[in-house]
């Protein structure tokens, strides 16, 4: 029922921060979980983080956390995702993704933001 578009992805340097939107349109976007995910090269898609309806809680990957930052605009229909201190091994695909409350999978995604991390 949503429809979600990231962007904001691109090449930094190791160390560096980039932040991704993400804009949904249609639905009402406080009935839905909001979530990042990646893609490597060569790799299954994997959970990076979520964030709850109102925002006030957060999952995030252990191989992000205390790096990345999800939070989410309600008013605006926008999730964000905060990388800071970045690895070359965050170099991937990042896919927004949304499910409603009580569901228990994501089963709208976006078409994904390309973000490069050189060394």
């Known amino acids: 029922q949503v429809q979600l578009v990231e962007s904001g992805g691109g090449l930094v340097q190791a160390g560096g921060s980039l932040r991704l939107s993400c804009a949904a349109s249609?639905?009402?976007?406080?009935?839905?979980?909001m979530g990042w995910f990646r893609q490597a090269p060569g790799r299954e898609r994997e959970f990076v983080a979520t964030i709850t309806w109102n925002g006030a809680k957060t999952n995030y990957a252990a191989s992000v956390e205390g790096r990345f930052t999800m939070s989410r605009d309600n008013a605006q229909n926008a999730a964000y995702l905060q990388m800071s201190r970045l690895k070359p091994e965050d170099t991937a695909v990042y896919y927004c993704?949304?499910?409603?409350?009580?569901?228990?999978?994501?089963?709208?995604w976006g078409q994904g933001t390309q973000v490069t991390v050189s060394s």
């Open positions: 249609g639905g009402i976007f406080s009935t839905y979980v």
């Open positions: 993704a949304a499910r409603r409350i009580g569901q228990s999978e994501y089963n709208t």
